[in-house]
């Protein structure tokens, strides 16, 4: 029986910049299902849901346990890499996702994002306000933070949304490596009779 569970969440930039970079985003997202799957401690514990930004964010992936997780096939490219809108709409999913997982007598470890992106946002003046809400220390299911940089992504930006870990690709760290090291400092371990 599971007693605690862990809310991934797998936030991807799909603005045009990342065409480049759809498929090793598909790859990492296979590599992390292959991984979890393998893995039954891990796989019966970790949630994951994925959510795709742009000019627009939404939701790809609905918070599934592994073992129904997809590769969401809608990762294509759009205008714009506007973060404030992922992190407002990622705070209502948390909220949503953790009270629902609650209301099923399950006890919750704190949600995990891993924050993708290789630019900079088109939203400079107003993401900052969105993410003070969504890290807000008050709000006991703020998530922990991992951000990954792909290609030229600025280092300083995702310096600040990386509050656990900040990776960057083009120093030859793997997304799909990145990805599944951090749900393994995350994930809760199985209870010990």
């Known amino acids: 029986m599971v007693s605690e569970v862990l809310p991934c969440y797998v936030v991807c930039d799909v603005s045009l910049s990342m065409t480049d970079h759809i498929d090793e985003l598909h790859t990492a997202l296979r590599e992390f299902r292959g991984w979890v799957r393998a893995d039954a401690s891990v796989g019966e ?3 994951c849901c994925v959510v795709g930004f742009a000019e627009t964010a939404r939701v790809l992936q609905p918070l599934y346990s592994v073992a129904e997780f997809t590769e969401p096939s809608t990762l294509g490219p759009g205008a714009g890499t506007n973060f404030g809108l992922a992190f407002t709409l990622l705070r209502d999913a948390i909220d949503r996702d953790v009270r629902a997982l609650k209301a099923n007598r399950l006890r919750v470890n704190r949600p995990m994002v891993f924050f993708l992106s290789d630019g900079r ?34 280092h300083d930006t995702l310096g600040r949304i990386g509050t656990c870990r900040t990776f960057l690709g083009r120093d030859g760290v793997r997304m799909g490596t990145a990805l599944i090291a ?9 209870d010990h009779v």
Request: no cysteine; proline share 15%.
């Open 121 to 154: 946002p088109t939203d400079p003046a107003t993401w900052p306000t969105a993410f003070a809400a969504l890290t807000d220390p008050v709000w006991t299911a703020r998530p922990n933070m991992i951000a990954f940089g792909l290609g030229d992504a600025d």
């Open 182 to 190: 951090s749900v393994m400092s995350a994930s809760p371990r199985p």
């Open 45 to 47: 514990r970790v949630r």
